[in-house]
């Protein structure tokens, strides 16, 4: 076993602690820009709803223009209107869709690394 003297402890506490200062500043930072970045299109009468990968570069999406939901075809090069929607026939209209969306992703990444650890420990 290699002994480690008090300065390589030292050593390592400090790189442990500006490892965690520096990320907490980066959370920081990134929820001001994104309520920055919110506060600057709030109360526009644009918004996506939804969009969803079709093809390579290729998007569909729903969006909200006024009161009235558009169907839109986004590739790399174009944007093609495709009909309104009615929102009756939506299923779910969530007015920060995007915030839920990474929470769902985040919790299922979350319960699979719990699941593969639980699996591994099994063994």
């Known amino acids: 076993m290699i002994l480690l003297s008090t300065s390589a402890y030292a050593q390592l506490i400090t790189v442990l602690v500006v490892f965690v200062v520096v990320l907490a500043i980066t959370a920081v930072v990134t929820k001001w820009l994104a309520n920055y970045q919110r506060s600057q299109n709030s109360g526009r ?6 969009t969803t990968h079709i093809a390579n570069n290729k998007w569909m999406q729903i969006v909200r223009v006024g009161n009235v939901y558009k169907v839109l075809a986004v590739s790399k090069d174009n944007v093609t209107y495709l009909g309104d929607i009615d929102p009756s026939e939506l299923k779910e ?3 920060d869709g995007s915030k839920s ?3 769902s992703m985040f919790e299922k990444a979350l319960k699979k690394d719990q699941n593969s650890s639980n699996d591994a420990k099994d063994e």
């Open 45 to 50: 009468n644009i918004e996506v709803i939804e």
């Open 93 to 95: 209209i969530k007015p």
């Open 101 to 103: 969306a990474f929470k």
